[in-house]
Antibody, heavy 126, light 113 residues
Framework: QMQLQESGPGLVKPSQTLSLTCNVS??????????WSWMRQPAGKGLEWIGR???????NYNPSLESRVTMSLDMAKNQFSLKLSSVTAADTAIYYC??????????????????WGQGTLVTVSS | DIVMTQSPDSLAVSLGERATINCKSS????????????LAWYQHEPGHPPRLLMT???TRESGVSDRFSGSGSGTDFTLTINSLQAEDVAVYYC?????????FGQGTKLEIK
């Protein structure tokens, strides 16, 4: 059964770039049947979809974060990554990676998510 | 963005009883072209990653107990858990995938009374 595991620094200074990696095991990210997504959850708040990456079609980001987000794939390592620039305390959250199943309606792929990684807490503080 | 609002925020139910969680979307997440509801439910147990319970508002994932059922259409959806068991203690989320950006409800914390 596929498993995902996030890794990266747990502490990032304000104005710097948050960088996380999601390692995928028991399955290949080059499988074109799925998208690969990141979500986050600040303490006491709900889940927020950050964006997704697809092996054949590039990236889509939440407009609320789009100017600061970059996602990439490393198929040789079977990993995908998230970079979030110019972070502030508001970016402190548990970050999750997840596999996105999809259906296309019109021209838009629409995702639900399973499985998820365990999540990693990233704190933005000096 | 489609705003998802769950109620209640928290819920305490006795073992063996029924728990009902509601999810309301700010616009319809049902598509008339395919007569489907673009809504998923997740269970998030402490110390575990979120787990997908249901897609299309009422289609259980493989391995999910039939004590869990989903219903609704348009803007109003319900997750029902029958015969509550101790392992059902979790936070439950709805998510719309009708349109991007995909959005989640704020979560409903389910506890044992």
């Amino acid at each position: 059964q596929m498993q995902l595991q996030e890794s990266g620094p747990g502490l990032v200074k304000p104005s710097q770039t948050l960088s996380l990696t999601c390692n995928v095991s028991s399955g290949s990210i080059s499988n074109g049947f799925y998208y690969w997504s990141w979500m986050r959850q600040p303490a006491g708040k709900g889940l927020e979809w950050i964006g997704r990456i697809y092996v054949r079609g590039g990236t889509n980001y939440n407009p609320s974060l789009e100017s600061r987000v970059t996602m990439s794939l490393d198929m040789a390592k079977n990993q995908f990554s998230l970079k979030l620039s110019s972070v502030t305390a508001a970016d402190t959250a548990i970050y999750y990676c997840a596999r996105g199943s999809y259906i296309i309606r019109g021209v838009t792929p629409l995702n639900w998510f399973d499985p998820w990684g365990q999540g990693t807490l990233v704190t933005v503080s000096s | 963005d489609i705003v998802m609002t769950q109620s209640p925020d928290s819920l305490a139910v006795s073992l063996g009883e029924r728990a009902t969680i509601n999810c309301k979307s700010s616009q319809s997440v049902s598509y008339s072209g395919d007569n489907r509801n673009y809504l998923a439910w997740y269970q998030h147990e402490p110390g575990h990653p979120p787990r997908l319970l249901m897609t299309w508002a009422s289609t259980r994932e493989s391995g999910v107990s039939d004590r869990f059922s989903g219903s609704g259409s348009g803007t109003d959806f319900t997750l029902t858990i029958n015969s509550l068991q101790a392992e059902d203690v979790a936070v439950y989320y709805c998510q719309q995938y009708y349109d991007s950006p995909f959005t989640f409800g704020q979560g409903t914390k389910l506890e044992i009374k």
